[in-house]
């Protein structure tokens, strides 16, 4: 079975210093990685997909990374409006077409 | 101009009764979902259905009934209801795979 781990559950941050978010997957056989944002009373909101080890993908102050075994979401001088929960997905090649999610990291970023 | 649209936003009833939660979008996907996310923000697929055939249906109680009357919209109608029912349910719709666009969820809370 599918399965996705984010760490860590919780990550508060200054403004401005930068950090890391971890996503560990296992999958039998990747199709595709993707990252969403949640913010509170919303739906999550697509951000990137990753489909092979040491592809990158950047967005303003965020860059997603994969490798085989993880995806890192870098966050490089981080401000309060980029607090949200940050949510990682996996699709496999075989099967049926569903996403597995994990159970995402809430960032919070102090002024 | 809403992409994914659902009602209620919110919807509390006592344990026994059955409630509808209706969804539509109007991004012209062929594909949409339904998700659940616990109290501890674990986002699970429930259904998906694809130009009104069903194609994914997950470990769900079969008092939860998915219908499909178009490609535009996906309704859930859920019998009996009981507390561990209690969640966010979540619309979505894609084109492609993984790319998946959600509404902004029906907090059902079941007394």
């Known amino acids: 079975e599918d399965q996705v781990t984010q760490s860590p559950e919780a990550l508060r941050l200054q403004e401005g210093e930068s950090s890391s978010l971890n996503c560990s997957y296992t999958?039998?056989?990747?199709?595709?990685l993707f990252w969403y944002r949640q913010d509170p009373g919303k739906g999550p909101e697509f951000l990137f997909t990753?489909?092979?080890a040491g592809e990158e993908k950047e967005k303003e102050r965020l860059k997603a990374t994969l490798t085989k075994k993880e995806s890192f979401l870098h966050i490089t001088a981080p401000k309060p409006e980029d607090s949200a929960t940050y949510l990682c997905?996996?699709?496999?090649?075989?099967?049926?077409?569903?996403?597995?999610f994990g159970t995402g990291t809430r960032l919070t970023i102090i002024p | 101009d809403t992409a994914v649209s659902q009602t209620p936003k919110y919807l509390v009833t006592q344990m026994g009764n059955d409630k509808s939660i209706k969804c539509e979008q109007n991004?012209?996907?062929?594909?949409m979902y339904w998700y659940k996310q616990d109290s501890k923000k674990f986002l699970k697929i429930m259904f998906s259905?694809?130009?009104?055939?069903?194609?994914i249906n997950e470990t769900v109680p079969n008092r939860f009934s998915p219908k499909s009357p178009d490609k535009a919209h996906l309704n859930l109608h859920i019998n009996s209801l009981e507390l561990g029912d209690s969640a966010v349910y979540f619309c979505?719709?894609?084109?492609?795979?993984?790319?998946?666009?959600f509404g902004a969820g029906t907090r059902l809370s079941v007394l």
């Open positions: 259905y694809n130009n009104k055939e069903l194609i």
């Open positions: 979505a719709s894609s084109h492609r795979v993984g790319i998946q666009y």
């Open positions: 999958v039998s056989g990747l199709r595709g």
């Open positions: 997905a996996v699709q496999a090649n075989f099967g049926n077409e569903k996403l597995t």
């Open positions: 990753l489909y092979s």
């Open positions: 991004l012209g996907h062929d594909t």
